[in-house]
């Protein structure tokens, strides 16, 4: 016997109404990645379930690009309506559009987590790995930027640093013989002021034998000497 034709209308059966839905889901998902493939054709499917679970298809992952061109090519359509039309509608529309972008990212942000990612293909998983590798590199290509800009201004620093020591030094240096050269100068005027004083006691004293002598009139060996010569 032929399969009979389902009558269309609600599906009392909480089993059976899940079951057909999860059959129906499968089959509606092949079907527009079947017309994918063979039409060339861009195709994004979005069914919510009773409950409010999201189930997608989008040719290559690119349902947000599609959505745009979707969102795009709605905005122009409603540009051609009425004022008060387009008015209403564009409040509408711009609703509807960020709240589907809201989903999207959400979602987006969800599988980037690693979360509900139960119902992806073989294909979009490979697209989210590829995603996360390219974020990945990003990631550790700024770091490394990062690292080397601190590690070359720590090495600034350093040179810096070794600069104001070596001024320090060398001041210090200078000073150090500056002292030296004063101590040296005032140790040699110390002798020299040591050296002359016995010779002025000398000469003192000989003066006033010379005047105790003449005094006499008495006139000492040495005295004779040098009138003679």
Not at 7 to 14: S, V
Not at 170 to 177: A, G, P
Request: charged share 30%; net charge positive.
């Amino acid at each position: 016997m032929g399969r009979g034709r389902v009558q269309l209308k609600r599906i009392e059966n909480k089993i059976n109404r899940q079951v057909t839905f999860s059959k129906r889901r499968s089959g509606l998902l092949k079907k527009a990645h079947e017309i994918s493939v063979l039409c060339d054709a861009q195709v994004a499917l979005m069914v919510f379930s009773s409950k409010g679970k999201l189930f997608e298809y989008a040719t290559e992952s690119c349902m947000e690009r599609i959505l745009e061109r979707y969102e795009r090519n709605s905005y122009t359509e409603i540009q051609c309506a009425t004022d008060e039309i387009q008015q209403n509608g564009n409040w509408t529309w711009e609703h509807a559009k960020l709240k589907a972008r809201m989903e999207t990212l959400q979602r987006n942000l969800r599988h980037y987590e690693g979360e509900d990612i139960q119902n992806l293909s073989l294909r979009e998983l490979q697209n989210l790995e590829q995603q996360l590798d390219s974020a990945l590199k990003r990631i550790r290509s700024r770091k490394n930027q990062l690292m080397l800009e601190s590690i070359s201004e720590l090495q600034k620093k350093d040179k810096a640093l070794q600069e104001q020591n070596n001024i320090l030094a060398k001041k210090e240096k200078e000073k150090t013989n500056v002292e030296q050269a004063h101590w040296q100068l005032n140790n040699n005027c110390q002798d020299s002021s040591s050296m002359l004083l016995p010779l002025n006691i000398s000469s003192n004293g000989r003066e006033k034998e010379d005047n105790e002598t003449t005094n006499s009139g008495v006139l000492l060996p040495w005295m004779i000497r040098h009138h003679l010569e």
